[in-house]
């Protein structure tokens, strides 16, 4: 078993900036990607970004491409999200997700374990 608990979130005007974190515990040896996805108001989850921890390859939607950094501490067992010129579209409830297997890591069905999210709300 994998938890995952994120952090970080909040309001924030438009153009600000905010960091997630996301504390991994449990068999996390066992983890090759991990990810962030955000669910909005009314709207199905997407992907934000994702991380193979060999290889230290990244993925971005193209929406967040430019905007947003991920990176991790292998050591800390932590996931980052850096989230830069923020709009209010960001606006979402922003999920860490770990999978232990090796898949496509910009898919949800990718992801075996999520945390409990955490609101990010950028007001214009």
């Known amino acids: 078993q994998v938890q995952l608990v994120e952090s970080g979130g909040g309001l924030v005007q438009a153009g600000g900036s905010l960091r997630l974190s996301c504390a991994a515990s449990g068999r996390t040896s066992s983890v090759y990607p991990m990810g962030w996805f955000r669910r909005a108001p009314g709207k199905e989850r997407e992907f934000v970004a994702a991380?193979?921890?060999?290889?230290?390859?990244?993925y971005y939607s193209d929406s967040v491409k430019g905007r947003f950094t991920i990176s991790g501490d292998n050591a800390k067992n932590m996931l980052y999200l850096q989230m830069n010129s923020l709009k209010t579209e960001d606006t979402a409830v922003y999920y860490c997700?770990?999978?232990?297997?090796?898949?496509?890591?910009?898919?949800?069905?990718?992801?075996?374990?999520w945390g409990q999210g955490t609101q990010v709300t950028v007001s214009s």
């Open positions: 991380v193979r921890w060999i290889g230290r390859n990244t």
């Open positions: 997700a770990a999978s232990i297997a090796i898949g496509n890591p910009t898919l949800e069905s990718t992801y075996d374990y």
